[in-house]
């Protein structure tokens, strides 16, 4: 594997436009070593051990466009890598010459890092007010993106883990918590592809809290193929704290037959099926009162007009009854 040292950063210079500074994959890989120091347009990085930068893009961006963002107070500055770097010991220093604040006092700016996917990592370090820059030292922490907020900005939440398996045809997703300081809720995400988000739920918080404290959601309808889950931590004053990303896989042999809600209230009867099938619905004495073909995935029975009373509910060899009221 051809190796660029920063001793030759010269020749990678060319990598560099639009405000961006790019590394190619294996063949081209960028290597800061140890005690060297790697300037990038107001960004510092000096590791105290060798550090690869390999197929990733480092973008600063003089805006408030963090996806998902820190919170609304932020200065309008943030640098971010197109791949989670490995993990970073070293120093880190942020030039905010420049920038804009947004009303944020200079004394009161801190350092906060986003590794991945996970939540943001608040630090402590002070700036140094007379060149414009804050600077702080890091252990093991990947690095994806970075900016400047306010110190007075507490994150509401500390994580602890966040977890996903399947049973039985489901996703029960778990998580903990170490603190929470004036928490909402938890608003719970899925996507099939990483990329598109839906809420799919929402699970009250313990709203203020020194110790652990541990929560459940069962996602009942996950879709054959992989499943991505997030959280989004709602505080009661607006702010947002978010986890990393988790996943599972099921197989079509996995996705059962499932019925929703039940009993009927409204006429509606959800049905998530593994495959398109015809679906039939028989009353308590064994009467055919429904037929009809339904794609897989999860469809909408119309039930409204049926007595109230059990009914089984039959797709291919499956069979589960249910009760309209």
Same mark, same amino acid.
């Given at each position: 594997?051809?190796?660029?040292?920063?001793?030759?950063?010269?020749a990678?210079?060319a990598?560099?436009?639009?405000?961006?500074?790019?590394?190619?994959?294996?063949?081209?890989?960028?290597?800061?070593?140890?005690?060297?120091i790697f300037?990038?347009?107001?960004?510092?990085?000096t590791?105290?051990?060798?550090?690869?930068?390999?197929?990733?893009?480092?973008?600063k961006?003089?805006?408030?466009?963090i996806?998902?963002a820190?919170?609304?107070?932020?200065?309008?500055?943030?640098?971010?890598?197109?791949?989670?770097?490995?993990?970073?010991t070293?120093?880190?220093?942020?030039?905010?010459l420049?920038?804009?604040?947004?009303?944020i006092?200079?004394s009161?700016l801190?350092?906060?890092?986003?590794?991945?996917?996970?939540?943001?990592?608040?630090?402590?370090?002070?700036?140094?007010?007379?060149?414009?820059?804050?600077?702080?030292t890091?252990?093991?922490?990947? #690095? =994806? !993106?970075?900016?400047?907020s306010?110190?007075?900005? *507490?994150?509401?939440?500390? +994580?602890?883990r966040?977890? &996903? /398996?399947?049973?039985?045809?489901?996703?029960?997703?778990?998580?903990?918590?170490?603190?929470? #300081? =004036? !928490?909402?809720d938890?608003?719970?995400?899925?996507? *099939?592809?990483?990329?598109v +988000?839906?809420?799919?739920? &929402? /699970?009250k918080?313990?709203?203020?809290?020194?110790?652990?404290?541990?929560y459940?959601?069962?996602?009942? !309808?996950?879709?054959?193929g992989?499943?991505?889950?997030?959280?989004?931590?709602?505080?009661?004053?607006g702010k947002?704290?978010?986890?990393k990303?988790v996943?599972v896989?099921?197989?079509?042999?996995?996705?059962?037959?499932?019925?929703?809600?039940?009993p009927?209230?409204d006429?509606?009867?959800n049905?998530?099926?593994?495959?398109?099938?015809l679906?039939?619905?028989?009353?308590?004495?064994?009467?055919?009162v429904l037929?009809?073909?339904?794609?897989a995935?999860?469809?909408?029975?119309?039930?409204?007009?049926l007595?109230?009373?059990?009914?089984?509910?039959?797709?291919g060899?499956?069979?589960?009854?249910?009760?309209?009221?």
């Open positions: 594997m051809k190796k660029l040292l920063l001793s030759s950063a010269i990678s210079m990598l560099v436009s639009h405000g961006q500074f790019s590394v190619g994959s294996d063949a081209n890989s960028f290597v800061v070593k140890s005690g060297e300037h990038y347009d107001g960004l510092t990085l590791p105290s051990s060798d550090l690869a930068l390999t197929s990733t893009t480092l973008t961006t003089d805006a408030k466009t996806t998902p820190l919170n609304n107070n932020y200065i309008s500055r943030y640098f971010s890598f197109s791949n989670t770097t490995p993990a970073f070293g120093t880190v220093r942020f030039s905010y420049g920038a804009s604040l947004n009303g006092s200079e009161a801190r350092m906060y890092i986003r590794p991945g996917t996970s939540t943001w990592i608040a630090r402590t370090d002070a700036p140094d007010q007379v060149n414009d820059y804050v600077e702080s890091l252990s093991s922490i990947t #690095l =994806n !993106t970075l900016t400047l306010d110190a007075s900005f *507490t994150l509401p939440v500390t +994580w602890l966040f977890t &996903a /398996v399947k049973k039985q045809g489901t996703s029960v997703l778990n998580w903990s918590t170490a603190s929470e #300081l =004036n !928490t909402q938890f608003l719970v995400q899925h996507s *099939t592809n990483n990329s +988000w839906m809420s799919i739920g &929402a /699970v918080a313990a709203g203020n809290a020194n110790t652990q404290s541990d459940t959601y069962v996602h009942q !309808t996950p879709s054959a992989i499943n991505y889950y997030r959280l989004i931590q709602r505080d009661l004053d947002l704290s978010y986890s990303v996943s896989q099921l197989d079509k042999s996995d996705i059962k037959l499932q019925a929703f809600p039940n009927v209230l006429g509606k009867l049905v998530l099926l593994k495959e398109a099938t679906v039939r619905l028989f009353d308590a004495s064994g009467k055919q037929s009809q073909q339904l794609n995935g999860l469809q909408v029975l119309q039930v409204k007009g007595p109230g009373g059990v009914y089984y509910l039959q797709a060899s499956e069979a589960i009854s249910i009760v309209i009221k």
